[in-house]
């Protein structure tokens, strides 16, 4: 292999554009997902938005139900495929 290929980013790595609604969470800068995923994480916490009764439930506030397509809540698993959504 060689070193260039080694160095190819992969898919957390690769930086992308969030959309606005997404901004309104992490910024307005390009982002890697890793990145993304750790700041709506900071996010999710400052706010207090975990179910108490359900730690992988995550509530949806005023910034996060237009990323979440509109739900009130959403599994922590499934955070990832709505932030997919808002990245190119």
Do not use: C
């Amino acid at each position: 292999m060689t070193e260039v290929a080694a160095k190819k980013p992969n898919g957390l790595q690769k930086v992308l554009q969030p959309s606005a609604a997404l901004a309104g969470v992490v910024g307005s800068t390009p982002l890697s997902r890793g990145e993304v995923v750790s700041k709506m994480w900071a996010y999710i916490k400052e706010h207090k938005l975990q179910n108490p009764a359900n730690k992988r439930e995550i509530v949806s506030d005023a910034k996060l139900r237009p990323i979440f397509d509109g739900k009130d809540a959403v599994d922590m698993f499934e955070m990832n495929k709505h932030l997919a959504k808002h990245l190119s």
